[in-house]
């Protein structure tokens, strides 16, 4: 059914088909409904008026209005380079007003003599104030138009602000908008939830938002609507998770056996944290449950996330299943199975390793091996999901290192078993602040591994530039004379592929001249290297017959040498925080104490100082996510984020939304409590709402993106 919200933006009197061309291509928006949801990104108060003499540098950030008279206009140079330039004055001193683009058109539009008010950012220039393309109006009440306090500033576009549709050109559509649509904005929430979370209704939510007469009115619009968002998106996610656990059958794992016990009693390296200790009781609840697991173990690097997934697979082979566990490069598929193959190795657990470099002989062994169910652990990279890849009998999946795989992926490992599918345990090092988590998994369960094994000293982190090189090199060499080992890493992005490449050789070059063989060894690897010499690279470094691994970010994930102490990130300041920190957790696994020097620029922008800093400040995992969610937050103007779903949400901001988001998922949780179905008539309205959500276009989510 159309609505007067589903019409195309072109027939918006003052639009017309150009426009709406460019504002479905700019910003999305191609319907009335899209642009009454293109909410400000913020406010400003426009009864101000600032006297010029009163502008000064630190609102160079800030719109403010100035109300003045023009003294002198005229362009100044010619052709593509002519601008226009304005001396405008108030009783309190001159400002000088230029434009560089639509020079002609702004021009017929003002009048020396007259006064208008300016609206823009002003910056200092030799002690003068300047504004470059202001919007401006003459100083009247526009008819229809009640004097505002605060006005929204909604985000445009360079291509849009040329066709006439800055941000106050924006407003004025939403004012014409409004008169058209104003009647026929329809209620999204039953009326027994407005009454009880003492919301206003979506068409004064909408209003307000757009039009805000006071802060109060705009506060109770901006909760109104980011509780309906994140509320929404709780009752999927809650829904989701609730068919799950209670229609979905798992296999039931209530046995503990010989492998379990023999290798928990007899070969366990170390005594279990006492997180760890919780994490597989979890694990064994769902695997006793009946229904099947879909869980998340979340822990910071080094935090020991491999051995409980093990003790977890032991119990799944002493109920007779197998299990699997995939990881995201070969590398780090082959260093699992070598680990624990020599864990298990008397316990008679048998463990294959598959990847994409597997011959075809051996392949062919692990197929008949895994049909026969005489395999009980397969280990191994993308390879494991190919279609020839069949279990007899696959009971317990492992993803470690969740965030380099698609949710497709994750979907078809689960089908690997066609009788019943089988239990999921995914793995993170990447810490997901609690509000992201509760968006992204909200239809996972969710354990924590919040302790570091005993013994580890904090890693010791520093800031360095290009000045320090000959120091950095006297430090490695000082840790290398006391048999310690280096990582150096430098980035590697797919853009600029070549140049990385490059840069990783040249400094490799540098440091073979400084590290001489044959008193120093060092190797190179990178992920354009054959395999082959990737892996004895790696087990050069591996053995301590090299003591520099110089590398890209291959290394990034999972490689595992305790006796290295120094990690020298190159370029640091092109990596995310959450990338820093988990190269980071590469050192410290050992009882050293352990270093992490970051090498950048002498200019840095102010966020990339900001993740410098936070990096030295702290080595807590969830700590630097929540600031790496802020710092994102903040440099994201309209808060938009998508969620695990692949829902885009439009009004919130993760980052500063976390109470709401909250509070959303309780009363979503109160709610589904009541009326599992939303079957009952008063959620009519939750149910057509969770039926838009599904329509919405799907994106799929790459946390490597977010994290
Ligand atoms: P991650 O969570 O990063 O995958 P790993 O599972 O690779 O961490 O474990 C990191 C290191 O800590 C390994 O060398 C592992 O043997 C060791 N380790 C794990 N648990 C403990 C523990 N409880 N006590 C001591 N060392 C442990
Ligand atoms: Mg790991």
């Known amino acids: 059914m159309d609505t007067i919200l589903d019409r195309p933006i072109q027939y918006l009197p003052g639009i017309g088909q150009k426009r709406a061309e460019t504002l479905a291509a700019e910003i999305g928006v191609e319907t009335f409904g899209d642009l009454l949801m293109h909410i400000p990104f913020r406010y400003v108060d426009r009864s ?42 108030d009783d309190t001193g001159e400002m000088e007003v230029v434009w560089f683009r639509g020079v002609r058109y702004v021009m017929k539009k003002l009048e020396v003599g007259r006064e208008y008010i300016f609206f823009g950012r002003p910056t200092m220039f030799n002690g003068t104030p300047n504004m470059v393309h202001p919007e401006f109006e003459p100083p009247i009440v526009v008819e229809g138009q009640e004097p505002v306090g605060m006005q929204g500033i909604y985000s445009t576009t360079e291509r849009l602000s040329s066709m006439g549709l ?46 805000p007469a006071s802060a109060e009115a705009l506060n109770a619009a901006m909760r109104r609507l980011k509780f309906e968002e994140l509320f929404v998106i709780q009752l999927q996610l809650l829904g989701q998770r609730r068919v799950r656990t209670e229609k979905s059958q798992g296999y039931l794992m209530p046995k503990i056996g010989g492998y379990f016990n023999m290798f928990y009693h007899e070969n366990l390296p170390f005594a279990l944290t006492a997180a760890q200790q919780r994490v597989v009781k979890e694990i064994r609840g769902d695997m006793i449950s009946g229904h099947q697991m879909n869980r998340l173990m979340q822990g910071d ?94 009971g317990f999946v492992v993803i470690d290192e969740q965030h380099r795989f698609g949710v497709m992926q994750r979907a078809k490992l689960r089908l690997k078993n066609q009788e019943m599918p089988p239990h999921v345990l995914v793995m993170t090092a990447t810490p997901i602040p609690r509000t992201l988590a ?18 580890r000293k904090p890693i010791h982190t520093s800031h360095a530039r290009e000045s320090h090189r000959l120091r950095l090199f006297g430090f490695l060499r000082e840790q290398i004379e006391r048999g310690r080992q280096v990582y150096i890493v430098y980035p590697l992005i797919q853009e600029s592929e070549k140049m990385d490449v490059a840069n990783l050789e040249a400094g490799a070059e540098v440091i073979a001249r400084e590290f001489p063989p044959p008193k120093y060894t060092s190797v190179v690897v990178h992920g354009k290297m054959p395999a082959k010499l990737k892996d004895y690279g790696m087990e050069l470094f591996k053995e301590g017959k090299a003591q520099i691994l110089i590398s890209t970010t291959v ?19 092109r990596f995310g925080l959450s990338q820093l920190h988990q190269l980071r957790g590469r050192v410290g696994r050992g009882g050293e104490q352990s270093y992490c020097i970051l090498m950048t620029g002498d200019k840095l922008t102010t966020e990339a100082r900001h993740r410098m800093e936070a990096m030295v400040s702290t080595t807590d995992g969830f700590r630097l996510s929540e600031l790496d969610l802020q710092l994102r937050g903040a440099g994201d103007i309209d808060g938009t984020a998508q969620s695990g779903q692949g829902i885009e949400i439009k009004v919130s901001n993760l980052a500063k939304d976390g109470e709401i988001l909250e509070y959303a998922r309780s009363v979503a949780e109160g709610v589904l409590a009541e009326d599992p179905a939303l079957a009952e008539e008063r959620n009519a309205l939750l149910r057509e709402a969770l039926e838009r959500l599904g329509r919405q276009k799907k994106v799929e989510l790459d946390l490597s993106q977010i994290s």
């Open 48 to 89: 101000k008026i600032y006297p010029i003499a009163q502008l000064n540098d630190e609102m160079a950030t800030q719109f403010v209005q100035v109300r003045a008279r023009v003294v002198d206009m005229g362009i100044i140079g010619h052709g593509p380079k002519a601008r226009l330039s304005l001396v405008v004055s």
């Open 166 to 211: 800055g941000t106050r050109a924006i407003y004025n559509a939403m004012r014409t908008l409004w008169g058209v649509v104003k009647d026929n904005i329809p209620e999204t929430l039953p009326s027994y939830l407005l009454a009880s979370e003492g919301l206003v209704t979506r068409a004064q939510a909408l209003h307000d938002i757009h039009f």
């Open 301 to 394: 690097v080094g935090s020991g996330k491999t051995i409980v997934a093990l003790l977890c697979v032991l119990i799944a082979a002493d109920n007779g299943f197998q299990s699997a566990i995939m990881a995201p490069t070969e590398i780090l598929a082959t260093q699992h199975y070598r680990s624990i193959v020599e864990m298990v190795e008397t316990t008679g657990l048998k463990v294959e390793l598959l990847t994409g470099s597997t011959r075809k002989k051996k392949r062919e062994e692990i197929a008949e091996g895994l049909l026969s169910g005489e395999i009980n652990l397969l280990i191994g990279t993308h390879a494991l999901i190919e279609d020839g890849v069949q279990f007899s009998r696959l």
């Open 438 to 455: 509760m968006t992204l998994y909200g239809d996972l369960d969710v354990s924590v591994i919040d302790e570091l094994p005993p013994g």
């Open 555 to 573: 290394i990034e994930v999972g490689v595992n040498v305790p006796n290295a102490t120094v990690m020298v990130i190159e370029s640091a300041e």
